[in-house]
């Protein structure tokens, strides 16, 4: 059943992703070759994450139930509309534990490890056309 919450969610947060992505970009227009779809998308999944995981936390009765809610909306519907929502998250919690030295490394590592993935796809889907 989690894995029905999970696709359920994921399929939502995806549309909605697209959505909002386009809206933004036919809006404002790539502006000078910046991201503003994606960065907006990101930055409303980060505020919604934050907001859904303690909301969760705070005003679910059951471990059961949100568990549930949470596979729905966190990791489905947010994680369909931005995966940046975790980082952000997790990121978060690691500096609010006080942990700050692997907070930038998380920072850090993700923005260079990502940007460097995805010029290697890139250049792996070049050679192959």
Same mark, same amino acid.
């Given at each position: 059943?989690?894995l029905l919450?999970?696709?359920?969610?994921? %399929? /939502? !947060? @995806?549309? +909605?992703?697209?959505?909002?992505?386009?809206?933004?970009? =036919?809006?404002?227009?790539?502006? *000078?070759?910046?991201?503003?779809?994606?960065?907006?998308?990101? %930055? /409303? !999944? @980060?505020? +919604?994450?934050?907001?859904?995981?303690?909301?969760?936390? =705070?005003?679910?009765?059951?471990? *059961?139930?949100?568990?549930?809610?949470?596979?729905?909306?966190?990791?489905g519907l947010?994680?369909?509309?931005?995966?940046?929502?975790?980082?952000?998250?997790?990121?978060?919690?690691?500096?609010?534990?006080?942990?700050?030295?692997?907070?930038?490394?998380?920072?850090?590592?993700?923005?260079?490890?990502?940007?460097?993935?995805?010029?290697?796809?890139?250049?792996?889907?070049?050679?192959?056309?």
């Amino acid at each position: 059943m989690q894995l029905l919450y999970i696709a359920l969610g994921g %399929a /939502v !947060g @995806s549309v +909605c992703r697209f959505i909002v992505s386009s809206a933004m970009m =036919h809006r404002y227009g790539y502006n *000078a070759g910046f991201p503003i779809g994606t960065l907006t998308v990101n %930055a /409303v !999944g @980060s505020f +919604c994450i934050g907001l859904s995981f303690l909301m969760i936390q =705070h005003h679910v009765a059951g471990q *059961a139930a949100q568990d549930q809610l949470r596979s729905f909306v966190i990791v489905g519907l947010l994680g369909g509309f931005t995966t940046f929502s975790a980082f952000s998250l997790e990121t978060l919690q690691l500096l609010e534990s006080g942990l700050w030295s692997k907070a930038l490394l998380n920072i850090i590592l993700s923005l260079l490890v990502c940007i460097i993935a995805a010029a290697a796809g890139m250049a792996v889907a070049r050679f192959t056309t």
